[in-house]
C-alpha cells in the first residue's frame, strides 16, 4: 500500500517560513516519479482546499492565488519526496498541511480538486501565531 510521510509543520511566527516535506513510501513509491502529485490544507469545520500541485517531471505547476508569491511546490524523485516552501506565512495559513497522489497525466483543472486524488498523506500541523 502506498502511503505518504508528511513533515516540517510546527508553529512559527507570522513572517515566518517553513518547508513541508511529503515522503512516499510502500508500493507503488518507486514510480512516483510519474505521478501529479498536490498539496491541500483543511481547517476544522471547512472544505480540504487546494494549495499547489505539479506535474510528473516538474514540467508544469500551479499555485493557488491565495498563496501565490509565498509558496513553491517543487519535488525530489531520487528520494521520493515533494516539498512546500512555505514564506511569509500568514494567520489564515494556519491549517493541517496534506499530499496527495493524482494519476500520471497533467490536469489544470483537477489541481484543486481532492476527488482527483487517490492516495493522502495523514497531514502535518502548521500553525501560524505570535
Known amino acids: 500500500q502506498l502511503q505518504f510521510a508528511e513533515s516540517g509543520g510546527e508553529l512559527v511566527q507570522p513572517g515566518g517560513s517553513l518547508r513541508l516535506s511529503c515522503t512516499a513510501e510502500g508500493r507503488g513509491s518507486d514510480d512516483l516519479a510519474y505521478y501529479m502529485i498536490g498539496w491541500f490544507r483543511q481547517v476544522p469545520g471547512k472544505e480540504r482546499e487546494g494549495v499547489s500541485c505539479?506535474?510528473?517531471?516538474?514540467?508544469?505547476?500551479k499555485t493557488a492565488d491565495s498563496v501565490k508569491g509565498r509558496f513553491t511546490i517543487s519535488r525530489d524523485d531520487a528520494s521520493k519526496t515533494i516539498y512546500l516552501q512555505m514564506n511569509n506565512l500568514r494567520p489564515e495559513d494556519t491549517a493541517i498541511y496534506y499530499c496527495?497522489?493524482?494519476?500520471?497525466?497533467?490536469?489544470?483543472?483537477?489541481?484543486?480538486?481532492?476527488?482527483?486524488?487517490?492516495?493522502w498523506g495523514q497531514g502535518t500541523q502548521v500553525t501560524v501565531s505570535s
Open positions: 505539479i506535474s510528473h517531471g516538474s514540467r508544469v505547476s
Open positions: 496527495a497522489r493524482a494519476g500520471t497525466w497533467w490536469s489544470e483543472d483537477d489541481c484543486y480538486s481532492p476527488a482527483f486524488y487517490e492516495y
